[in-house]
Structure formats: structure tokens, C-alpha cells
């Protein structure tokens, strides 16, 4: 079975602060996913990266994929309330055939004005 | 507008009732899929759809029971279900069944009394 454990759980920091928050697996993955999910609606996608060692940036957050494709991260710069949510990392299929995604249980950000 | 629209929002059922919930995608997406989320776990894939064909059943008691009428529509029936059912379901989509990519709808807020 495939795990993604998420660091950490929760985050509370304030406006203009930076922030890492980390998705790990003992497992490879043929993509990763982050997405964010606010309150009372579904989950967004942000970001897919594919390649072992890639980094995608969107605005304020950096997004890396490890060498390995085991793991990835998650940094926001100057960090502002709208970025307040909870992030999910959710890791590609691996098999052939196989359309399952493997979600962590996320990080639950909140930025206090 | 996400693209993915579920109803109800919310729903309140007792354990001998039955009712349905809705997804309709207007993405010309190939693959629907049921989610369920509950607190302090992973998202938990349900069924997957790939051209209205049921690709995978991850071990869901037979008191949930999808219907997958056209690539554009996705049903789930449910009948007796037990407080411990009561979650947040959500329906994704995504073009091919790889899962990359997903697009979710805001969710039905589903609570068993």
C-alpha cells in the first residue's frame, strides 16, 4: 500500500511569513499533485510536476519534485489570508492499468492577517 | 463554476431512507470517479468510470452503489447506511484515466441520523 505522509498537519504563521510544508512517501510515484481545498468546497488542483527533480513555480508558491519521485514540497513566499486552506499532495498511479491516486491527509494552513 | 457540479450540497438522511447523489461534468472528460472524505483521513477513492465504464471498486460496501449513465454523469445510489458513512463525497473527473489533473466538484456534505 502506498502511503503520503504530509508535515505538518497544521500551520498557523502570519501575514508575510514564508512557509515549507512536506509530502513523503516510501513509494515512487509517476506524479505528483498538489491541490487546496478551502472550506465547504472540493479540492483544487494547483500544480502537476512528472519529472524527477522538476520545480514549477505559480506566483508566490515554489513546487518541487524529488530526484527519486518520492517525495515534494511546497513553499509560499510572503504568505497572505487568501492562502489559508488546507493543502492535499496526492501521488500519481504507478501501475499499468491503474487510475488511483494516493492522497495525504494535508496540511491545514492558516495566515492571520 | 468549476466545470464539475454536484447536488445536493447537503443532505440529511436516516438509516432506511435511500437517496441519491448527482455529478454532471462539462469538460468532455473520459474518467468520473467518487471520492469520500473524512476527518483525519486521506481521501478515499471510491469508484472510477473510464468512458462510463466501472474501472474500479475499491472495496465499497454494497450500500453504495454507482451509476454511470454517460461520460458526463455520475450517480451514487445509497440504501442503509450507517452513521459512520457521514462525510463529505466528492466527484472528480479527468481526461484519461491516469489521473492527472482532476477537476472535483464542491461536494455533497452527506450526514447519516
Known amino acids: 500500500t502506498q502511503l503520503l505522509e504530509q508535515s505538518p498537519q497544521f500551520l498557523s504563521i502570519q501575514e508575510g511569513e514564508n512557509l515549507t510544508v512536506y509530502c513523503n512517501s516510501s513509494s515512487v510515484f509517476s506524479s505528483l499533485q498538489w491541490y487546496r481545498q478551502e472550506p465547504g468546497e472540493g479540492p483544487v488542483l494547483l500544480v502537476t510536476?512528472?519529472?524527477?527533480?522538476e520545480v514549477k513555480k505559480l506566483k508566490r508558491l515554489t513546487f518541487q519534485f524529488g530526484d527519486a519521485r518520492k517525495d515534494s514540497s511546497l513553499h509560499i513566499t510572503a504568505a497572505q489570508p487568501g492562502d489559508t486552506g488546507l493543502y492535499l499532495c496526492?501521488?500519481?498511479?504507478?501501475?499499468?492499468?491503474?487510475?488511483?491516486?494516493?492522497f495525504g491527509k494535508g496540511t491545514k494552513l492558516s495566515v492571520i492577517p | 463554476e468549476t466545470g464539475v457540479t454536484q447536488t445536493p450540497r447537503h443532505l440529511v438522511m436516516g438509516m432506511t431512507n435511500k437517496k441519491s447523489l448527482k455529478c454532471e461534468q462539462h469538460l468532455g472528460h473520459n474518467a468520473m470517479y467518487w471520492y469520500k472524505q473524512s476527518a483525519k483521513k486521506p481521501l478515499e477513492l471510491m469508484f472510477v468510470?473510464?468512458?462510463?465504464?466501472?474501472?474500479e471498486n475499491n472495496s465499497v460496501p454494497s450500500r453504495f452503489s454507482p451509476e454511470c449513465p454517460n461520460s458526463s454523469h455520475l450517480f451514487l445510489h445509497l440504501h442503509t447506511l450507517q452513521p459512520e458513512d457521514s462525510a463529505l463525497y466528492l466527484c472528480?473527473?479527468?481526461?484519461?484515466?491516469?489521473?492527472?489533473?482532476?477537476?472535483f466538484g464542491s461536494g455533497t456534505r452527506l450526514t447519516v441520523v
Open positions: 468510470y473510464n468512458f462510463k465504464e466501472q474501472t
Open positions: 496526492a501521488g500519481g498511479p504507478s501501475g499499468a492499468g491503474s487510475y488511483q491516486l494516493t
Open positions: 472528480a473527473s479527468s481526461q484519461g484515466g491516469t489521473g492527472i489533473g482532476y477537476t
Open positions: 510536476v512528472v519529472t524527477g527533480g
